[in-house]
């Protein structure tokens, strides 16, 4: 595998395009307008930031599921006057003892072709921590088949991975280095480069790992945990890079 830098000014850029404040989009069916659930087929663009949702109730809109061995997990949405965008986060304090079981959020019925994913992250929850990692799901298919970038924050380290009927092959496994502070970014940008993709990772605003990736699927997105820490998430926020879908509608002549 090689590193790349190919896409290091549209991070620097968009970087630059989110300091400007949280986007509003128009959600159906929801009480808050950023927390975006059945959106129309020609918003490219989400953000979750759990604020409008019943502190106690996991999120609307989400569907929770579990890979390998245990229990399902406890997602909730919870108050925090700390969030990045206060006052709620959203935790998965379920834990798992089993390496190879993850616990998954999917987005009910948002898919992308090719995405720029990112969610702010930080351990939750008073009991002591081993392994404790939580990030994001991008190109699932299915609760069995996707792709995943977790970021273990008691072992300062990232995995890069994908689900094959269920099957987990590890991409990558590297070493991050967190900034201070509690909250960390965690961000994957899934694009097209003529008849490549590529998968580029990045945390706390530093690219991790990038590699080229066979063509296969686009998919829904979500989140995910692993290990036996509770993972509070804010910001879940997901943008189209590159589609064949028109991104409004034909003028009318």
Same mark, same amino acid.
């Given at each position: 595998m090689k590193r790349h830098g190919l896409l290091t000014g549209l991070l620097l850029g968009w970087?630059?395009?989110? $300091?400007? &404040?949280?986007?509003?989009?128009?959600?159906?069916? &929801? $009480?808050?307008?950023?927390?975006?659930t059945h959106q129309p087929e020609l918003d490219r663009r989400h953000l979750w930031n759990f604020d409008?949702?019943?502190?106690?109730?996991?999120?609307?809109?989400? $569907?929770? @599921?579990t890979t390998g061995e245990g229990p399902s997990g406890q997602w909730s949405v919870e108050p925090d006057a700390q969030a990045p965008t206060a006052p709620h986060r959203l935790t998965q304090s379920q834990s798992s003892l089993h390496k190879e079981s993850l616990q998954i959020l999917l987005a009910d019925g948002?898919?992308? *072709?090719?995405? *720029?994913?990112s969610v702010r992250l930080r351990?939750? @929850?008073?009991?002591p921590q081993t392994t404790g990692g939580g990030g994001v799901i991008?190109?699932?298919?299915?609760?069995?088949?996707?792709?995943?970038?977790?970021a273990d924050l008691a072992t300062n380290s990232l995995d890069l991975i994908r689900l094959? *009927? &269920?099957?987990?092959?590890?991409?990558? #496994?590297?070493?991050i280095?967190?900034?201070?502070?509690?909250? #960390?970014?965690?961000?994957?940008? #899934?694009?097209?480069?003529?008849?490549?993709?590529?998968?580029?990772?990045?945390?706390d605003g530093k690219i991790?790992? $990038?590699?080229?990736?066979?063509?296969?699927? @686009? &998919?829904q997105i979500g989140l995910v945990t692993r290990g036996d820490a509770a993972i509070g998430f804010d910001n879940f926020h997901a943008i189209q890079l590159y589609s064949q879908k028109p991104l409004s509608k034909p003028a009318a002549y």
């Open positions: 970087c630059l395009m989110s $300091s400007a &404040g949280p986007v509003s989009v128009q959600a159906q069916g &929801g $009480s808050n307008a950023n927390d975006a409008g949702e019943a502190p106690g109730q996991p999120p609307a809109g989400f $569907s929770a @599921g948002v898919t992308y *072709d090719y995405v *720029d994913l351990p939750a @929850g008073d009991r991008f190109r699932a298919k299915d609760a069995r088949n996707f792709y995943a970038a977790i094959v *009927d &269920g099957q987990v092959t590890v991409i990558t #496994h590297e070493p280095k967190l900034k201070a502070g509690p909250w #960390h970014l965690l961000r994957v940008l #899934h694009n097209t480069i003529l008849s490549k993709d590529l998968i580029e990772v990045a945390f991790i790992y $990038s590699t080229w990736d066979k063509a296969q699927f @686009g &998919g």
